[in-house]
């Protein structure tokens, strides 16, 4: 049979995503708002329609006589694809009554809770309360500072704000509101010990480990919040994590009933506190799936098209993949920058002819101004690969060192990376 796959999203991270299926004899169907979208290109047949438009999707899945859908790399994405699946009835490893675990900040804490597993303190404050100050004082009275601020339906990092004391609180919390179409937004204790991602997959309600990644983040200028610049797999501290971290995620999807599908974490740790999660989302993470590639040679587009249509293939990748043992050392380095044209990127391409590049990624042409929310995450990331951890730092510092872009009046307007200080032994 010729499978006709719907493929939601269309920018560069489903290019590979498409090529695989059109390999494998499926026909590839690509949908979302983006026209320009890079996927496009390679797609047998695209679609210009705003991913949220589930009902129009849906009929166009019909039309079209699809009968597989997929996505990932995008909390919105997935949400759509469940809407749109249920919708035009098609298999899909999450119904949408399940949704609210992966997508609202405050089910996945209030479950997390309810089920003893370790999560930061929080409160739920009513965006009604933002010039009463007074009160929000006391509804946050058993917490303790620094918190954080952050609507609880919104992704890639929007509206999230460190707050310091009291002094910031309300302030803080507006700016947050600004963000959310609901009522209330939550606020959070802040863990400052070291931070993870760890991407699984479930296989007949069991949680398969992919990897576990140190995330490391650099604050570029006073009260903002720490950007993330730099994901290393695997993660230095994976010996105290993978057991601890893979027992709670089987935990929580014995609650939500998950049986199948991607499944990802974001934690922290520290020495002698555990682990403590952050976010838990129903698919992979975006411009940082490519490392599983890189260093196990373990491929993710291979393993969503499995789950579509060949899951008696998921248990055959898995039993040779070693988290422990990987067959070299990689990371992805996250480039961020004022809002200001670009004039000048002269350093960001002579980075990319770097040996230790395995894929470079400039996001804007130069001319462009950059823009806060839009289809270019970054204004850069490079993917680089070495043999040891030891050899990635050094590599990684000489990046940071150089990296530069300039706007029409020859300012900097990339954040300057930092590397973190690991001050604490492994055993």
């Known amino acids: 049979m010729n499978h006709r796959l719907l493929i939601l999203g269309t920018l560069g991270e489903f290019v590979q995503l498409v090529q695989k299926a059109k ?36 009929e166009l899945c019909k039309k079209e006589k699809v009968d597989g859908i997929i996505t990932s790399f995008s909390d919105l994405l997935m949400e759509c694809m469940v809407k749109i699946a249920a919708k035009a009835d098609l298999p899909c ?24 597993l370790p999560t930061p303190g929080y409160v739920k404050i009513p965006v009604s309360l933002s010039g009463e100050p007074d009160k929000i004082k006391q509804l946050v009275q058993n917490l303790s500072y620094p918190l954080i601020s952050k609507p609880m339906d ?15 609180l309300t302030e803080q919390i507006a700016r947050s509101a600004e963000f959310t179409d609901l009522d209330e937004v939550l606020v959070e204790e802040y863990n400052d010990g070291f931070e993870f991602n760890m ?4 296989n007949d309600g069991k949680v398969n480990v992919i990897s576990i990644a140190d995330r490391e983040k650099t604050q570029p200028e006073a009260n903002m919040l720490p950007i993330s610049t730099r994901n290393v797999y695997p993660s230095r501290f994976l010996s105290h994590v993978y057991e601890p971290a893979k027992d709670l995620l089987q935990s929580y999807i014995a609650h939500t009933g998950q049986m199948d599908g991607p499944l990802s974490m ?21 411009y940082e799936h490519e490392l599983t590639d890189m260093v196990y040679g373990f491929n993710i587009e291979e393993l969503l098209l499995a789950g579509v249509y060949q899951k008696e293939k ?76 030891e050899k990635l730092d050094e590599i990684t510092g000489y990046f940071f060192d150089e990296m530069s872009m300039t706007d029409s009046d020859g300012q900097e307007i990339t954040y ?9 032994t492994e055993e």
């Open 154 to 168: 919104k992704y890639g990092s929007r509206g999230i704000y460190i707050i310091h004391d009291e002094n910031e």
């Open 199 to 202: 991407m699984t997959w479930v």
């Open 314 to 389: 998921i248990s055959e990748m898995f039993v040779g993949h070693d988290i422990f043992h990987p067959v070299k050392h990689g990371a992805v380095l996250y480039f961020h920058g004022k809002l200001h044209n670009i004039a000048d990127q002269t350093k960001a391409y002579e980075l990319a002819e770097n040996e230790a590049v395995v894929k470079p990624w400039i996001f804007y042409e130069t001319g462009d101004t950059v823009v806060e929310y839009g289809p270019n995450p970054y204004l850069a990331l490079y993917y680089i690969s070495a043999v040891s951890r």
């Open 23 to 58: 390999q494998k004899g499926y026909y590839t169907i690509v949908c979302d708002g983006y026209p320009n979208g890079e996927a496009r290109a390679y797609a047998d047949a695209s679609y210009i329609l705003p991913v949220t438009d589930t009902d129009a999707i849906a």
């Open 416 to 424: 300057r990376n930092q590397m973190p200080d690991y001050f604490i």
């Open 93 to 116: 490893y999450l119904k949408p009554e399940q949704l609210p675990w992966y997508r609202d900040k405050s089910v996945c804490r209030q479950t997390l809770r309810e089920l003893g």
């Open 266 to 286: 974001q934690f922290f740790w520290k020495p002698g506190k555990g682990i403590q999660v952050c976010e838990i989302a129903g698919r992979f993470f975006g």
